[in-house]
């Protein structure tokens, strides 16, 4: 690499102005690595295929009421988002979640039904098998099981594979099938059995050696995370899609054109190690090509591999791990009877005992949805659709999809809800990303990054290489885009002066 402090600052501003950088995908990752390149001066062109910005952060009006139609909340570990929307200048619409409505419910549990989601456990694996919340979901038989965790040789593996194997192994497959798989199948659309522990649940290998059994490396790590500052995930007033209007305002403003209905057809090596990203005949602003000196791909993964596959070798050596199918349904229902909140703030199902994987009941969740809302209005999201099958939502017209969405919400909720109460409705369909938590994702995405990374001034970003939600994507976007722009900057400066000396 280049030596940096050699540089003439003057210059390399000058140098930074005059580079040319392409992101290919408006989804979060490609608007933010489009921001960090726009904040040297460099000239940014973002093409996105579809009709919007945003991926799966989506917003609208439904029965007028402004939504969430995707993402609606984000983690807040690592700061990293809330460093973004302060950027953005919307700290003020940041909002925590409500409190006092309960929590998550379970639901499907045998001869019980539905319960409180117990407290103070880590992936639904309980800290105190006889503690009174876990007790009344596993019954005294499944606690008994549990406990027996404690009693059993100590474990000093120091790594498990696989959460569902290590979880019936050690406390029974009551807590597998009530506690635990609901939570996976709900957040990570996965069955624990495809879960690696390591990844969804950071130290809990660690805590378990030093614990010695399951439910107390659980207790250690509840614990820690008791001590850590600030809560688990936040929204923003008037949902999540201000994050990209104010994105696109900003990159708009410093110079950045966002295109969308422009799809990537092909990138072309040019000589100097410049490329070209050739656009589909259909773009509507025309199909010139777009000349660049760096590019990032921020499209999902197989359009990615596809892009990148004849300038990065191995890539096309794995094949794309597609990711599970989830449609959301909205609700906005004339429910006074929901005013008490009877599920909390939302109720995860056991899988094989309902249609719907899981239900948020939005307004017992955020208080900003009870201020824009009549008195007596409430707002349900349902959710449909997992690793293992297909959203049940699929080929039903939308009269079929508001019945099957009023009919699990009832069930759910444990409230009867009509079609006379339902003021409007909406289904959006995502197609996910592998979930970064799935085994064996880590080293998939390890291969792809090590030969992207073989491609001179090109870098790749999105949920398939950092993993779903904010807080991954974000901060990986910005560290792979602070690559590709010393890549640009230096190391092809690097290449050119190891030509000439070549050449003469």
Known sequence: ???????????????????????????????????????????????????????????????????DLGAESFATRGGHVRRLLDELGLSDRVVDPET???????????????????????????????????????????????????????????????????????????????????????????????????????????????????????????????????????????GMGALVDALVERLERDGVEVRTGAAAESLERRPGDEWRVHLAADDEDGAEPLDAHGVVVATEEGAARRLLAAHAPGLDEDAPVPGPIVDIVTLVLDAPELDAKPRGTGVLTVPGSHRAKALTHATAKWAWIVDAADPGVHVVRVSFGSASEE????????EEVAELALAEASQLLGVTLTRDQLRDQRLERYAQSQPASTIGQKQHTARARAAIRTVPCVGAVGAWLAGTGLAQVVPDAIAETDRVRRAVLFESDAASDASGEKDS
Request: proline share 7%; net charge neutral.
């Open 391 to 398: 959203p049940a939502t699929s080929g039903l017209r939308d």
């Open 1 to 67: 690499m280049a030596d940096e402090s050699a540089y003439d600052l003057v210059e390399l501003h000058e140098k930074a102005t005059q580079t040319r950088i392409v992101v290919i995908g408006a989804g979060i990752g490609g608007l933010v690595s489009a921001l960090e390149f726009a904040k040297l001066g460099m000239q940014v062109t973002v093409v996105e295929a579809g009709p919007r910005a945003g991926g799966a952060i989506r917003s609208g009006e439904v029965a007028g009421l402004p939504l």
């Open 100 to 238: 006092g409505a309960g929590g998550a419910w379970v639901a499907g549990v045998p001869r019980i039904g539905a319960a409180p989601l117990p407290k103070g456990g880590v992936l639904g694996i309980p800290a105190n098998p006889f503690a009174d919340d876990v007790r009344r979901v596993l019954g005294w038989g499944g606690a008994w099981r549990a406990y027996v965790d404690r009693l059993r040789p100590v474990l000093t593996i120091g790594h498990a594979d696989s959460l569902g194997a290590l979880v019936a192994s050690r406390v029974g497959r009551k807590v597998l099938d009530r506690l635990v798989a609901p939570v996976t199948t709900g957040v990570y659309s996965a069955s624990p059995e495809l879960i690696d522990p390591d990844v969804a649940a950071p130290g809990l290998n660690a805590a378990i050696t030093r614990a010695g059994s399951l439910t107390g490396g659980v207790a250690m790590l509840a614990e820690e995370r008791r001590s850590a500052p600030g809560g688990a995930v936040q929204g923003m007033r008037g």
